[in-house]
């Protein structure tokens, strides 16, 4: 089965009998209504050469990125993160590495106000196999989910797309990628700030964060709106990096299909896109395009307008 | 490291600043306070040819497994289980097998009144390596704790132990075991009812669950007293089939370091014992010691006393 058909089928099969349950399996977090507030839960796994490679990560950035891809699935909803569980299965952590990847974590989930507070240790005899469960909250109510996009609302991302796929790309190709490259990749920031200003305000119709590339993940978007999209390559922000440096494909290809940006994809109704702005004051934002009622995603390119099949990551693939 | 060594380090380094936050990494479960309850957090993994094998396994039976083992840890502190997340890591997995791995997890969750609400896909190219973390709740201040244990406090386990492992070495030297061996093996009980009652009637004072053995867990419990024991081998209730099998141990080495049992193992102030056997009624209780100043296990067997180093079982030994 492709990694598509099993996450089909736990949605199909996921129905929630506890009405507290607000959202469960397809969303960036699932979400409980505690009554004052709605908690917010999500778990990523990060695997040795499937998700990184110990030729270009040490043991300190294997940890801030275990914690960064899970503080931005808190920030897709627009929540507040507060406590992590561990899980660590390894085939040996010598005391060198233990340190540096613990110190790597709770740096990077100390810096948006959450910390480690339980865990499992198991032994994975191949490779190092690691699950960080992060548990967030926001006021009741308070979260933007995938569903709830509608045909005219503006499409946003909330930084320059690439870099990350970039950096990967270079190494893997024995060459070393400059340093905003390299930064995308080993260290990226969660948009915990933004995703709250969203939520708070009510400004996103819709939203998730971008881990498996630009369009498979606003294929998804889509999926969840039985809607489609219209965005224009002009407007797709590039990251500038790329222009700097040999890649076997134009730098708008890293942008639309490669992974791990974790910036927000985000839907905004088009009469609050001023109050949006006022409210961001100095922050880019990138329109790139309007959701349609079609379920098709079109791309505008040159002047042409052409249906994309999403492509991105899959790990089953 | 040994497993021993990487836990020392995450008590060692782990001091929640969250005021919320009851208990941290050490026990069965974190405890979060929300006010008008306490939250409980637990997380196992299971990884394949480490903790189970498909030569006496099927997928069904893993995720029975799987839900059991963390319903346990929420057993082993008195709370009702509530909410899971799955982290499911597999090599590629077959359109037969994912409906029976999910009707396994999801059965035995729900005997609990439990359900899986969120989760993560990923790819470990090797084995099967599963995670599941299991929320749940109880009322606030009305958990057990690893620590609490008095000297002079009776020790109690919940049922007879070491069938888990007996199963274990009869597949292992080819043969199939008795169908009693074979479901304490394969499928569990966690004791979440006897557990609730424990607290809810704050009739222990300490109290954990048994997963690497009678004399590794209760060296923890120990330890986390800055406190010891004394046994006597006579009162250890040994599984009776493991008499009917040709073991390569006496059956008592299987009750005693055996891993896997899932019974409770609990420490009762003397003055609450008439109240706990008023309490459970007709539930089979052993208490198999007591609790004593000295930071030393001793096991009283044939009329002898003597030192025991805990052993059990350690991933990384």
Redesign the interface.
Same mark, same amino acid.
């Given at each position: 089965?492709t990694?598509e058909e099993? +996450?089909a089928?736990?949605r199909k099969?996921?129905k =929630? &009998?506890?009405r507290e349950?607000i959202c469960? $399996?397809g969303d960036d977090?699932?979400v409980?209504s505690?009554?004052?507030f709605w908690e917010l +839960?999500? *778990?990523?796994?990060? &695997?040795e050469? &499937?998700?990184f490679d110990f030729a270009y990560f040490d043991p300190y950035f294997v940890g801030r990125k275990l914690a960064a891809v899970n503080l931005s699935d808190i920030a897709a909803m627009g929540g507040e993160p507060?406590?992590a569980?561990?899980?660590?299965?390894v085939p040996? $952590?010598?005391?060198r590495e +233990? =340190?540096l990847f613990?110190e790597g974590i *709770?740096t990077k989930l100390a810096n948006y106000g959450a910390?480690? $507070?339980?865990?499992? &240790?198991?032994?994975? =005899?191949?490779?190092w196999?690691l *699950?960080l469960?992060l548990?967030g909250h926001a006021p009741s109510g308070g979260v933007i989910f995938r569903q709830g996009a509608r045909p005219g609302d503006l499409i946003f991302v909330s930084r320059p797309l690439g870099a990350s796929a970039g950096a990967l790309e270079l190494w893997q190709q024995g060459f070393e990628p400059p340093e905003s490259l390299k930064r995308a990749h080993l260290d990226p920031e969660p948009e915990i700030r933004l995703g709250k200003v969203l939520a708070q305000e009510n400004l996103a119709s819709a939203m998730m964060d971008i881990s498996d590339g630009l369009l498979l993940d606003l294929a998804r978007l889509c999926r969840a709106n039985s809607l489609g999209a219209e965005i224009e390559a002009e407007k797709i922000p590039v990251h500038e990096a790329l222009n700097e440096v040999s890649l076997s494909q134009e730098p708008i290809f890293y942008a639309l299909s490669g992974g791990e940006d974790f910036a927000l994809l985000f839907t905004v109704p088009p009469e609050k896109e001023r109050f949006l702005r006022l409210k961001l004051g100095s922050q880019r934002l990138f329109q790139i395009g309007y959701i349609i009622e079609e379920q098709i995603i079109y791309l505008i390119k040159n002047g042409q307008k052409e249906k994309v099949s999403p492509s991105g990551f899959d790990?089953?693939a």
């Amino acid at each position: 089965m492709t990694e598509e058909e099993i +996450l089909a089928f736990f949605r199909k099969k996921s129905k =929630p &009998v506890h009405r507290e349950v607000i959202c469960g $399996i397809g969303d960036d977090c699932a979400v409980i209504s505690r009554g004052s507030f709605w908690e917010l +839960l999500t *778990t990523d796994t990060m &695997v040795e050469n &499937v998700h990184f490679d110990f030729a270009y990560f040490d043991p300190y950035f294997v940890g801030r990125k275990l914690a960064a891809v899970n503080l931005s699935d808190i920030a897709a909803m627009g929540g507040e993160p507060a406590y992590a569980l561990l899980n660590l299965s390894v085939p040996g $952590i010598s005391e060198r590495e +233990l =340190p540096l990847f613990w110190e790597g974590i *709770t740096t990077k989930l100390a810096n948006y106000g959450a910390e480690v $507070i339980g865990g499992d &240790v198991t032994r994975n =005899p191949e490779r190092w196999h690691l *699950t960080l469960t992060l548990i967030g909250h926001a006021p009741s109510g308070g979260v933007i989910f995938r569903q709830g996009a509608r045909p005219g609302d503006l499409i946003f991302v909330s930084r320059p797309l690439g870099a990350s796929a970039g950096a990967l790309e270079l190494w893997q190709q024995g060459f070393e990628p400059p340093e905003s490259l390299k930064r995308a990749h080993l260290d990226p920031e969660p948009e915990i700030r933004l995703g709250k200003v969203l939520a708070q305000e009510n400004l996103a119709s819709a939203m998730m964060d971008i881990s498996d590339g630009l369009l498979l993940d606003l294929a998804r978007l889509c999926r969840a709106n039985s809607l489609g999209a219209e965005i224009e390559a002009e407007k797709i922000p590039v990251h500038e990096a790329l222009n700097e440096v040999s890649l076997s494909q134009e730098p708008i290809f890293y942008a639309l299909s490669g992974g791990e940006d974790f910036a927000l994809l985000f839907t905004v109704p088009p009469e609050k896109e001023r109050f949006l702005r006022l409210k961001l004051g100095s922050q880019r934002l990138f329109q790139i395009g309007y959701i349609i009622e079609e379920q098709i995603i079109y791309l505008i390119k040159n002047g042409q307008k052409e249906k994309v099949s999403p492509s991105g990551f899959d790990h089953f693939a």
